[in-house]
């Protein structure tokens, strides 16, 4: 059975990207491989998110490659 991301699972793919799954739709998911705070230039540009992230982009066709790590129960927890 192919595994079936959910958001706020933490899972490695192709061994060397590893992330949270930050948003899940029928054909593909995002894993969140790095967040990073905004300096005070681009925050007061942009108030809405205090943090920059870097999203992968995996497709459908590419779950049975990921590997379950663990879960969090929101994205507060880390």
């Not at 059975?1 to 959910?6: A, L, Q, R």
């Not at 790095?34 to 925050?43: R, T, W």
């Amino acid at each position: 059975m192919n595994y079936d991301p959910k958001v706020n699972d933490y899972v490695t793919w192709k061994n060397h990207i590893c992330g949270w799954v930050y948003f899940k739709c029928d054909q593909y998911i995002t894993i969140e491989t790095i967040v990073k705070a905004k300096d005070q230039e681009n925050y007061l540009a942009s108030p809405i998110h205090a943090n920059n992230r870097l999203l992968v982009l995996c497709y459908r066709n590419q779950w049975k490659e990921l590997v379950y790590v663990k879960q969090r129960k929101s994205v507060h927890e880390e």
